[in-house]
């Protein structure tokens, strides 16, 4: 039997919202907080990471023989990841605290938070970047809108076949488009653990190197809970995730940001952004291609 206009309507509508819910952006899920020891394990000075309330909470030491690091149990291709920090407080200049992601050859792939101490009284700065095939030489820099050794806060990285999302809380403060019809190379291929370190890097870590780490201020303490990993694990030379398309991460809503988050990160573009290669007319005389598309100037 034929359907009558109104139910004809109605089908319509539905198929319209249907269509237009599964194109619009979305911010990512909240991270689920779990226990370190469930997601991840110490790769070197182990003494220099103490634990606390079950693993929920660990903290690592830098001193003046070494710092200490951990990393995932699994590699993963592609997923959400994201965890809650403390950073050194107090005069950490020299020192680095890093969570990344990288691959495991030469022609490596990576995707970088790293927080550049700094003398008392002076902000932190947060450093980005993105690794293809082993070439770099995509920093971008930001001074924090808060003080990050005050309080917690949730540091994430969305990455699927799209878009990598940097995130600090709920704010996008870079996105890395795939951009392969442009010529440039994207982290598509290859799985790659999840790493944190907390590290002497006083050679180029603040302001170039001028500023030295003051180890009568040793031991630098910084503080992680979270933990948080929603990925698709798989061996280190697998080049296809088995769930594809079947992840909230890798869903149509996620293949860009919303409104609200492209205002966000405009505000961060312009009210805290310090170092751009997007802009640096010395290093790059043309702009990289993907600049523009990424909404990095």
Known sequence: MASSPPALCCILLISFLSVLTATTAAPPRKPIDVPFQKNYVPTWAFDHIKYFNGGNDIQLY????????????????????????????????????????????????EIDF?????????????????????????????YLWFDPTKDFHTYSILWNEFQIVFLVDDSPIRVFKNNKDLGV??????????????????????RGGLEKTDWLKAPFVAAYRGFHIDGCEASAEAKFC????????????????????????QWVRQKYTIDNYCTDRKRYPVMPPECKRNRDV
Do not use: C
């Not at 965890?83 to 022609?107: R, W």
């Not at 790293?114 to 820099?141: A, C, H, M, W």
């Open 242 to 265: 088995a769930t594809q398309g079947r992840r909230w991460w890798d869903q149509h809503e996620f293949r860009d940001l919303d409104g609200p988050q492209y205002r966000r990160l």
């Open 62 to 109: 830098l001193d003046r023989n070494t710092g200490t690091g951990f990393q995932s149990k699994g590699s993963y291709l592609f997923g959400h990841f994201s965890m809650q920090m403390k950073l050194v407080p107090g005069d950490s200049a020299g020192t680095v605290t890093a969570f990344y992601l990288s691959s495991q050859n030469s022609e490596h792939d």
């Open 185 to 206: 190379r994207y982290p598509f291929e290859q799985p790659m653990k999840i790493y944190s370190s907390l590290w002497n890097g006083d050679d180029w870590a603040t």
């Open 114 to 142: 790293e927080f550049l101490g700094n003398r008392s009284g002076q902000p932190y700065i947060l450093q980005t970047n993105v690794f293809t095939g082993g070439k770099g030489d995509r920093e971008q820099r930001i």
